[in-house]
C-alpha cells in the first residue's frame, strides 16, 4: 500500500506552480522594456519587396521606435529613382494591466516616416541610409537595396471573323 500523503504536500506543490507562474508573467510582461529602454531610440527603414517593374510605385517606410517628436528626414538622393515624402504619423502606443489589483502600465513611443519610391531606370537601386534627428542626436536607418526591371510584354489581342484568342502572333 501506499504510504499516506502528509497534509502540506499539495500546499506547497500549489504555492510553487504560483510562483513559477507569477515570474514567468513578470519575464514575459518586462521584457520588452528590458529590451527597449524607455531613452533609446532606434531607427529603420523597410520594403514589401525589394524587386520592383518599371511604371510602379513602391512605398518605403521609415520607423523610430523610443520617440514620438522626431525631426522629418532630408529627403534622400537616390540614383535611378525618385522619393517623395507622403507624411509622418504618431504609433505610440500604451495600455494598462490590473492583475490581482495591482496596476501595471506600459507604453511605446513610436513615429513612422512614409515616402514613395519610383524607378526612373532598371536595374540595382539603392536606397542609401536615411537620417533622423531625435533629440538632438542623429540615428540611421540601414540601406535597402531594390531590383527595377522592365514589365513582361503583354500578350496581343487578335479578333477575327472566326473568334477571338489572347496570345502572340
Same mark, same amino acid.
Given at each position: 500500500? #501506499?504510504?499516506? /500523503?502528509?497534509? $502540506?504536500?499539495?500546499? =506547497? +506543490?500549489?504555492? &510553487?506552480?504560483?510562483? @513559477? ?59 535611378? #529613382?525618385?522619393? /517623395?515624402?507622403? $507624411?509622418?504619423?504618431? =504609433? +505610440?502606443?500604451? &495600455?494598462?494591466?490590473? @492583475? ?70
Amino acid at each position: 500500500a #501506499a504510504p499516506p /500523503r502528509r497534509g $502540506g504536500e499539495g500546499l =506547497v +506543490s500549489m504555492n &510553487f506552480n504560483r510562483l @513559477v507562474m507569477l515570474l514567468t508573467a513578470i519575464f514575459v510582461l518586462g521584457l520588452p522594456t528590458l529590451a527597449l529602454g524607455q531613452d533609446e531610440v532606434s531607427v529603420s527603414a523597410s520594403v514589401r519587396t525589394n524587386r520592383m517593374y518599371m511604371g510602379d510605385e513602391m512605398h518605403v517606410e521609415v520607423l523610430v521606435e523610443g520617440a514620438d517628436n522626431p525631426r522629418q528626414p532630408s529627403d534622400p538622393l537616390v540614383d535611378g #529613382a525618385s522619393l /517623395r515624402f507622403l $507624411g509622418g504619423s504618431n =504609433v +505610440s502606443r500604451s &495600455f494598462t494591466m490590473i @492583475v490581482n489589483g495591482r496596476r501595471t502600465e506600459r507604453s511605446t513611443k513610436g513615429y513612422t516616416f512614409l515616402y514613395a519610391l519610383s524607378p526612373t531606370r532598371p536595374g540595382r537601386i539603392v536606397i542609401p541610409p536615411i537620417e533622423v534627428e531625435v533629440d538632438g542626436r542623429t540615428h540611421r536607418t540601414e540601406r535597402i537595396l531594390i531590383e527595377a526591371i522592365e514589365p513582361p510584354p503583354a500578350p496581343t489581342v487578335r479578333t477575327s471573323t472566326i473568334g477571338t484568342w489572347i496570345g502572340r502572333p
